[in-house]
């Protein structure tokens, strides 16, 4: 019964002095935030980020950006994924980004045929798979704030092209120069579009804290 009595009264002691769990530190490793992709052409971006670990991260991206001109409309998109591998991890990094492009550009001339002059509006649709291979620097802050900068290139492949002229039919222009008229109108754009174009990327990310 003695015993029974001592070891009652130790008990409150000995939860008092056992080891508390520990609360497991916030981990920021969900980023969100937007930029500007320097590629032909310049756009706007906003971006998802996934911190791995500090080695990797991997994201996503969708780029936007329109030209509302009278002679010349153009609209292009961008959606993508990316991974980034740190290299010691530190801020330095490479890239590799592989997306969806598309564009859509229309432009208006005169064409004179005789005596009747016509304006044309010349409709070039792209859609096409990029890869874009990057190396970068990418700050980390306490307070979970990132400046991404990067510079690389733009690699198109698994393009498309279509073309449209309004109107369809103008009056007294030979099928030849018909022909000639369109191929010239493809090449204005395919010149920019199909082709490795340099790029720079810079980008603000906050990275919001979450407990594991």
Known sequence: MRSLLLVLAFLPGLALGAPKAEKKAPVRDIGLGGGIFTV?????????????????????????????????????????LEGKYFLTGGNWHAALAVGRRTFEITTKNDLTVGE????VAWTRRVAQTVAYPQVGWMSWSKGGDSLILAAGLVVPFGTSFSMEKDPD???????????????????????????TWPSMTVKFVHFFDWIR
């Open 40 to 80: 032909y052409p310049p756009m706007v971006t906003l971006d998802g980020a996934w911190r791995l670990s500090k080695w990797v991260t991997a994201g996503l991206a969708a780029g936007y950006v329109t030209v509302p001109i009278e002679q010349f409309a153009g609209t292009s998109t961008y959606f993508g």
């Open 116 to 119: 009747k002059t016509t304006e």
């Open 169 to 195: 039919v103008i009056p007294g222009l030979t099928q030849e120069n018909l022909e000639t008229e369109e191929t010239e109108r493809a090449d204005d754009v395919k010149g920019v579009t199909h082709r």
